[in-house]
């Protein structure tokens, strides 16, 4: 009878392994610090020092069952050479702080692309030491937190999960036939026109705009700021005659397209590190960077309105305000403008600019890691729209920058200077004059047409790319404008032809 008795409780038991979660986990990997170096730029890394400890290891069995679904987010298993690890390969591998080194460590995924491409002889890796309970629900809520994971026990996802799985389903994408949006065809294909709007709620913004990652023109929305009757001309000089500003000059208008850098007087003696150019997937372009030159606002003034000048007598000079702070050179301004209401409280804003020209500018294809909100105070803009979703269709990439310079006795620009660094955010694509031959995947792609004119704001979403051009206002020939950048919702690495948008986390809380 005891036997019987034995041998139903054994098949009790295992009955209940069979219908257990954590039955049949996959064994556990096993990782080198190589290993480690090589993949953190793909993964997080939670790793046991200890081939011994049942107890870790058991949990990390079970963890592994439970993000099967975020095996490309979550590397797990054990550490080969947790000797030379501990002692620190001479300062290269760090393995928490002081001596409690404990038996699990969590090495974050390294932010790729905006990096120096010159690597140094050896990366350090940092590692986070888990020094919470030893339960599932406690080591679960420390790798959802640090690599940015959402799951439940029973592996399923979390409240936000779900929302951030259906914001990213969700986001807006141009129309890809001519039955679905405006169409034109030529050297810029229009998929769609911008929508235009009234002021909407936070909800609606959240929900219609923000969350989906959609441009949108909001009509009538600054007309009552006092900044489009007071900022006159008159009123700037007056006020900020003797401001030092920074200045950025170019010919013909055009800023920080991508040509040859074979231009360039250097380009025979200049050498980038091999291991840099051969990361470089455009080696013979070149992003040009504007000259600069540090004047007086009078005398930006003076460009601005055609008045005789010692610096130039170039008739295609083009003198550019741009990216200029206004807490920091116009801090007076920010009583004559606002924020808009459905961002205000919402989102974390990180910079406020000025941007002010003769409105005969072009700014070149490329993307901004922010929320940007456009604000049309005089002329007007036509900004050419491309969505950050296949950015190997913009060929996202590092590309060498180089310098003009500006010479005074011949009055002339000058291509010399090339630079040791990159730009991350440029497209080599030319949108009006598009190579075919060396960009393939360019052909087809759509655009959405968003001109705003004075009064109006654009919502320009994180990682879209733009191309702008600038006109001049009929009653005064200039371009003004002021634009707010916000912290993004969505985030991406860059630059990163192939990676996703993912829900930035300092937002979660707006999922609900």
């Known amino acids: 009878m005891k036997h019987f008795l034995t041998l139903g409780l054994l098949l009790l038991y295992l009955a209940f392994l069979k219908s257990s979660d954590y039955e049949e986990v996959p064994l556990l990997s096993s990782f080198s610090l190589q290993d480690i170096e090589e993949r953190i730029e793909d993964s997080c890394f939670l790793v046991s020092t200890s081939t011994t400890n049942s107890t870790t290891l058991q949990l990390l069995r079970n963890m592994t069952g439970i993000l099967k679904s975020d095996s490309d987010k979550v590397s797990i298993g054990v550490l080969v050479d947790d000797e030379s690890f501990l002692t620190g390969k001479e300062g290269v591998f760090s393995y928490g702080n002081g001596d409690d080194l404990g038996d699990l460590a969590l090495y974050p995924r390294r932010i790729g692309g905006r990096k120096c491409l010159l690597r140094p002889p050896a990366s350090r890796l940092e590692s986070q030491i888990y020094k919470g309970e030893r339960s599932l629900q406690s080591l679960l809520l420390f790798i959802n937190t640090n690599c940015g994971t959402h799951r439940r026990?029973?592996?399923?996802?979390?409240?936000?999960?779900?929302?951030?799985?259906?914001?990213?389903?969700?986001?807006?994408?141009?129309?890809?036939?001519?039955?679905?949006?405006?169409?034109?065809?030529?050297?810029?294909?229009?998929?769609?026109?911008?929508?235009?709007?009234?002021?909407?709620s936070q909800e609606e913004f959240l929900n219609k705009y923000l969350f989906r990652s959609k441009p949108v023109i909001i009509t009538d929305a600054i007309k009552h700021w006092p900044a489009i009757q007071k900022w006159t001309n008159e009123f700037l000089r007056a006020k900020y005659s003797n401001t030092d500003t920074r200045v950025a000059f170019a010919p013909s208008g055009e800023y920080e397209g991508c040509e040859k850098a074979e231009n360039y007087e250097e380009f025979k003696t200049f050498k980038l590190p091999d291991e840099v150019k051969k990361q470089l997937p455009f080696p013979d372009l070149v992003v040009v960077r504007p000259a600069f030159m540090n004047i007086k606002f009078a005398k930006f003034?003076?460009?601005?309105?055609?008045?005789?000048?010692?610096?130039?007598?170039?008739?295609?000079?083009?003198?550019?305000?741009?990216?200029?702070?206004?807490?920091?050179y116009f801090p007076e301004l920010k009583q004559d403008i606002q924020e808009m209401p459905c961002a205000a409280g919402l989102l974390n804003r990180k910079h406020l600019n000025i941007w002010l020209s003769d409105g005969n500018t072009l700014g070149k294809l490329h993307f901004d890691p922010f929320e940007n909100f456009l604000c049309q105070i005089s002329g007007k803009k036509q900004v050419i729209l491309y969505e950050p979703h296949d950015n190997t269709r913009l060929y996202e990439a590092h590309i060498q920058e180089s310098m003009l310079e500006y010479n005074h006795a011949h009055k002339e620009f000058r291509?010399?200077?090339?630079?040791?660094?990159?730009?991350?955010?440029?497209?080599?694509?030319?949108?009006?004059?598009?190579?075919?031959?060396?960009?393939?995947?360019?052909?087809?792609?759509?655009?959405m047409n968003c001109t705003i004119n004075e009064g109006e704001v654009l919502f320009m979403p994180s990682f879209w790319w733009h191309e702008v051009q600038s006109y001049p206002s009929h009653i005064n020939p200039r371009n003004l404008a002021v634009n707010f950048w916000y912290e993004p919702f969505f985030s991406k690495d860059y630059p990163c032809e192939?990676?996703?948008?993912?829900?930035?986390?300092s937002y979660h809380h707006l999922l609900g």
């Open 415 to 447: 291509r010399k200077k090339l630079l040791d660094s990159t730009s991350m955010v440029m497209s080599p694509v030319d949108i009006l004059k598009p190579d075919y031959e060396r960009f393939p995947k360019f052909q087809g792609v759509r655009a």
């Open 301 to 328: 003034m003076d460009l601005l309105e055609g008045r005789n000048s010692n610096l130039t007598k170039m008739s295609n000079i083009s003198a550019y305000l741009e990216y200029t702070s206004i807490p920091s």
């Open 498 to 505: 192939s990676c996703k948008l993912e829900v930035n986390p």
């Open 153 to 200: 026990l029973d592996g399923s996802l979390t409240k936000i999960g779900v929302a951030a799985k259906s914001i990213l389903n969700n986001v807006y994408q141009v129309p890809k036939s001519d039955t679905e949006g405006n169409s034109t065809n030529g050297p810029l294909e229009i998929g769609a026109m911008c929508e235009r709007i009234a002021m909407p």
